[in-house]
C-alpha cells in the first residue's frame, strides 16, 4: 500500500513541469512517462476513489534525464505592421500596437513573451529609416533585437498656402505684401502645423516686369502664390525740398502716393523707393555728411516720381537743440554733439511752441544754472558761434515784454575762455500790450551772435551761465530766457555774416488732408512750421500767424475765420518768398478724450473747438490703445463746444459709449440708455427712446468688459451761428454687478457730420 501511494506522487510531480511551460511542446529530449490505459479520471457522480496504478518496474522512479540540456533563446521575431510608423525626434516613445513578438527556443519551440518582459529604447534617428531596439528580460533569458521594417522618417514634406494674402494683385515695383496669408506645413503621417511667416523667405521682394507668382520658402520646401498684374492708374507725391544742418539726418517730410485703377490709393513703402541727392543714392534716416544743394530724386520701379524734382541744401554748420540735451552725469559714454547741464537738477524739456527749432525748448532755468554744449569737430577751421534764447521777462498780464541785457541775463566760456557781452545786447521784448495773456511771449525766439572762434580738432564747448536776478512782474519769478539752439557756422570760413532772408520753406506734418471742420489759420498755425533761411545760415523758425497767408487766392483777415470744408490751396509769404500748401477739410467735427478739458480756466482763450468737466469729478482720461472717459458716476455732466460761422447748417450726432453695466469679468447686461444719460443741445433737450440699449456682451479672450463699445445715432440738428453746446449728463442710479458702483457708461468720441 505505501508503494502504491509512493508511485501516484511520482505521476504527479511529473506532470507539474510540463503544465507549468506555456504553450510548449513536448520535445524529443523530455522523457514523460506513460500513462496507463486503465488510469482514469473519476467521474463527479463516483463517490469511490480511484483504484491505485501500480507501476512497472521499469517505472518505479520516472524522471528527466539529467543529462539533456535546458533550451536557450535563439531569436525575438518581430512580425505585423506598426500602426505608428512616422517618427520624427529620438525622444518620441515608440508605440508597438499593431505589432505581434515570438521568443524562438534553441529546442525548436517558441514562446510569446508575457505582459511587461519586453522594453523599448529611444528611436535611433541615424540611418536610412527610424530603428528601435527591442530587449526581452525573462525567465528564459535575455535577448534583444533592432526594429525598422515599416518605420519611416516623419518628414516635413508639402507646404501650402491655405489662405490667400489680402493682396495679390501687384504693379511694377511694388513690394510684396503677404499680410493675411496663412501657410500649412504637411508632414508625412499627414498630419499639418501651421508655418509662420517670419520663419520663410520670399522671393523677389519687389515685383518686377516679367513677375508672374511670389516663391515662398520654408526649410527646403517651396510654394508659389500666382499673382496679378496691373498698371498703376498714377503715382503724385507731395516731398518737396528742404533744408538741412550737417550731420543731420535725412528724413524729408510727406510720401509718394500710388493711385490704383479703382482710384484707391496708398502710401509707397520705403522699400519700394530709391532715393537719390544727385547721382548718389541715399537712404531715409542716412547722415548727412556734405554740404552743398543737391538735386532731390525718389524712384518708384526706376522712374522719377516728380514731375519737377525739388532740391535738398545741407547747410555748413552744426546745431545742438533742446532734443540733444542730457542731464548731469546721464551723457552716455561715447557721446558725440550734446548739451548737459553741469548743476544738480533737472531742465524742462518743453515742446509747446510752435515756433522752436525741432519742436522743443530748454525752460524752467534758474539764477546759477548752467549748460555746456559739446561739438565734436572732425578738423581744426574757424566758426561762427550763435545762441538762440527767447526773453522771458514778461509783464503783469502775460500780455507784452520788457528788455533784457544780455550780459546782466548769461555769462559764456568759448573753449574755457570768457566771452565779453557788450552792454548794447539786449534781450528785445515786445513792450507792447496785446490785450491779453498770450502764450507766445514765452516763445520770442532769438538768436545771438559771438563772433568767431577756433575750432579745434575733437571737442570743443560753449558754456553758458544764467546770472540773471531780474524778477519778472508778471509771476515775480527770475527772469531767465528759455534756450532752443546753440550753434557753430562754418560758412563764410566762420566769419558772422549780416543776415538777410534767403528762402523760406515749410515743415508740413501728416493729417493736413483730414482736418476737421472747425479748421481756422491759428489751428493750422500749430501743425505747419514755416522755416525762414538767412545769408548767414541761420534758419529759423516761424509762425503762420506773422506771415501774410492767403485761402485759394484771398487773403485771411482773421486768424480765427472758419475755413470751409474741402480741399484748399494755402499760400504763405514771407518777406518776398512765398510756399504754398494743400489742406482738406472735413465736414465733421469729432471731440476725442485726448482733446478733454478738467476746467474752464484750461481751456486755451482761441479754443473754438473743446470738451470741458461742469459738474462732477469722477472721471478721469484712461488709456487702453487709445484714451476715452472712464470713472463716471451720477452726477457727473460734461459740454462740447464747437464754433458755426453760420446758423442754420444740419448736423448728424452720434456717440461713441461702452456698457457700464458689468455684470462679471467676462459678461455685460444690457442697459436701458436714457437710464444712463441726458442730452441737451444748445439747450433743448433730446429725447432717447426706450429702444434705445447698450446691448449685453459675453467677453472673448482678449477683450475688456469695459471697453465694448457702441456707436449710436442721436439723429440730426441744427446749429445756431456762434458757440454750440452739447451737454452729456450721467444720471445712471443702477449699481452694477461687479463692483455695485453706478453702471454708468464710459465715452470714447462724440462726433458731428455736417
Known sequence: MRKS???????????????????????????????????????????????????????????????????????LEVTGTPTKR????????????????????????????????????KMDMTGERPAVTITYEGSLGTIETIYSEGLAFNRMDRLEITTNPDKTSYAPGEAVDLKGIVLSGYWSDGTSVGIDLKDCQVSPSIVAEDTTSITISYQELDVALPITKIALKGITTDIAGGEYNLDKKFEPAGKVTLTYPDDTTRAAREDELVYKLDDRVVKRGEILKNPGTFTLDILFNNQSVFETKPTIVVHNYYLLEAEDYYESGKVPSGAENYVERTNPGAFQVNSDSDTAHGGKYLASIWTGDTIVAHFTAAEARK????????????????????????????????????????????????????????????????????????????????????????????????????????????????????????????????????????????????????????????????????MACSCDGTEITSPDSLIDPGAHTIKVTYEGFSQTFDIYVQNKIR??????????????????????????????????????????????????????????KS??????????????????????????????????????PDSVVLPAHQVVEGESCWTIWTELDFGRFTTIQGDNVIELEFVATLKRGIDQQVAAPNVDYLQLVF
Not at 610 to 616: D, S
Open 383 to 546: 566758426a561762427a558761434v550763435a545762441v538762440c534764447l527767447s526773453n522771458s521777462n514778461l509783464n503783469a498780464g502775460g500780455a507784452s515784454s520788457s528788455d533784457l541785457k544780455l550780459n546782466q541775463t548769461i555769462a559764456v566760456k568759448i573753449n574755457g575762455v570768457d566771452y565779453d557781452i557788450g552792454d548794447d545786447v539786449l534781450l528785445k521784448g515786445t513792450n507792447s500790450w496785446s490785450g491779453s495773456y498770450d502764450l507766445s511771449m514765452w516763445f520770442n525766439w532769438q538768436e545771438v551772435s559771438f563772433g568767431s572762434m577756433d575750432v579745434r580738432e575733437g571737442d570743443n564747448t560753449i558754456e553758458i551761465k544764467f546770472i540773471v536776478d531780474q524778477t519778472r512782474t508778471f509771476d515775480n519769478q527770475v527772469a531767465a530766457p528759455n534756450i532752443d539752439y546753440v550753434k557753430l557756422n562754418f560758412e563764410n570760413n566762420g566769419v558772422p555774416t549780416e543776415d538777410a532772408v534767403t528762402g523760406l520753406s515749410l515743415v508740413q506734418p501728416s493729417g493736413l488732408d483730414s482736418l476737421q471742420n472747425d479748421t481756422t489759420l491759428r489751428k493750422l498755425s500749430t501743425l505747419v512750421k514755416p522755416m525762414v533761411s538767412y545769408r548767414s545760415g541761420i534758419r529759423n523758425p516761424k509762425s503762420l500767424l506773422e
Open 651 to 688: 448736423a448728424q450726432l452720434t456717440i461713441r459709449l461702452a456698457n457700464g453695466n458689468v455684470k462679471s469679468v467676462s459678461e455685460t447686461e444690457e442697459m436701458q440708455l436714457n437710464q444712463a444719460i441726458s442730452l441737451k443741445v444748445n439747450g433743448t433737450s433730446v429725447p432717447i
Open 591 to 648: 471731440f476725442e478724450a485726448e482733446t478733454f478739458y478738467e476746467k474752464a480756466s484750461d481751456v486755451p482763450s482761441q479754443a473754438t473747438t473743446y470738451a470741458i468737466r461742469t459738474a462732477g469729478g469722477c472721471y478721469a482720461v484712461e488709456d487702453s490703445g487709445g484714451k476715452y472717459l472712464g470713472h463716471i458716476s451720477y452726477g457727473d455732466k460734461m459740454e462740447y463746444h464747437f464754433t458755426s460761422a453760420t446758423a442754420g
Open 5 to 75: 501511494k509512493r508511485t501516484l506522487l511520482t505521476l504527479v510531480l511529473l506532470a507539474l513541469p510540463l503544465s507549468s511551460c506555456r504553450d510548449v511542446k513536448p520535445s524529443a529530449s523530455l522523457s514523460t512517462p506513460s500513462t496507463p490505459s486503465t488510469l482514469s479520471t473519476p467521474s463527479a457522480s463516483s463517490s469511490e476513489k480511484p483504484a491505485p496504478v501500480s507501476p512497472s518496474s521499469s517505472e518505479k522512479e520516472p524522471s528527466v534525464s539529467s543529462s539533456a540540456p535546458k533550451p536557450t533563446l535563439t531569436s
Open 86 to 121: 512616422y517618427y520624427k525626434e529620438a525622444e518620441e516613445t515608440f508605440d508597438p500596437t499593431g505589432l505581434s513578438f515570438v521568443l524562438h527556443l534553441s529546442d525548436g519551440t517558441s514562446v510569446t513573451p508575457a505582459e511587461g518582459e519586453l522594453s523599448f529604447s
